[in-house]
């Protein structure tokens, strides 16, 4: 074997062991759902990694990306509460968990499911992601409205012009949401959006996979925090035509 071919094989060697290593060390921290998380995504259909809450399909639908690193089974409790009220959810799986790397995966939800009304929104990263989706998208007439929890659109997913319902939803101790960041990109969204802080919820609470690095310990129960997400959704829900 030639000393290139070596080298070659040596390099390619060290990259997939590197490759292997990421990987085992995402999945060492990436956050998982509770119990009853799991027990609520019981509730819903599997699509290849998809949850799938069904609703009425005269309402419109909403489409969900979780936050980094999280699993996305871990927000079934409200989405399951969501489409009780008749409003299906779709819980996005994201590459690795992480947003960033699926932009555009409500695509293929949106056609597959043929949906003519439907809202896209997300957690944390997820928020981002979803708005950026929504500002590539916005000319969609299925497109209605777009969510934030502990969330909030970048210069690249701005809303300013959006004329579509927009919905803010935050938790009082939040510790990993970037509040400065927060206040500042207040300029990308519109003027009819809905702002609505959760008196005692954190970051975490926005889903149900416990405790998580850097966050605020909450001064509600998960049981309340998940509760109020699914009442502000729905409440919101209700206003789009």
Do not use: C
Request: glycine share 10%; aromatic share 12%; charged share 20%.
């Amino acid at each position: 074997m030639k000393k290139w071919q070596k080298r070659l094989l040596w390099f390619v060697g060290v990259l997939v062991t590197l490759i292997l290593v990421g990987l085992f060390y995402i999945k060492t921290i990436t956050y998982t759902p509770t119990t009853a998380a799991l027990e609520a995504s019981q509730e819903a259909t599997d699509e290849n990694g998809i949850l799938f809450f069904k609703g009425d399909q005269e309402k419109p639908a909403l489409i969900f990306y979780q936050g980094a690193l999280v699993e996305n089974t871990s927000y079934s409790i409200w989405a399951e509460k969501v489409a009780d009220a008749g409003f299906s959810v779709y819980l996005v799986k994201q590459p690795l968990n992480l947003a960033v790397l699926g932009q555009n995966k409500a695509e293929k939800i949106i056609q597959s499911n043929h949906l003519t009304n439907y809202v896209i929104g997300g957690h944390s990263l997820g928020g981002v992601m979803a708005s950026r989706f929504a500002v590539e998208n916005k000319s969609h007439d299925g497109l209605k409205g777009v969510f934030f929890l502990a969330s909030y659109p970048d210069e690249k997913g701005s809303l300013a012009n959006f004329k579509g319902p927009v919905l803010s939803l935050t938790g009082s101790e939040d510790g990993v949401l970037n509040w400065q960041a927060y206040d500042q990109s207040k300029k990308y969204l519109p003027k009819q959006t809905v702002f609505h802080e959760i008196k005692g919820g954190n970051h975490a609470g926005f889903g149900s996979y416990g405790e998580q690095k850097g966050d605020k310990p909450a001064q509600i129960n998960n049981d309340k925090q998940q509760e109020e997400i699914a009442d502000q959704l729905i409440d919101w829900l209700k206003t789009i035509k």
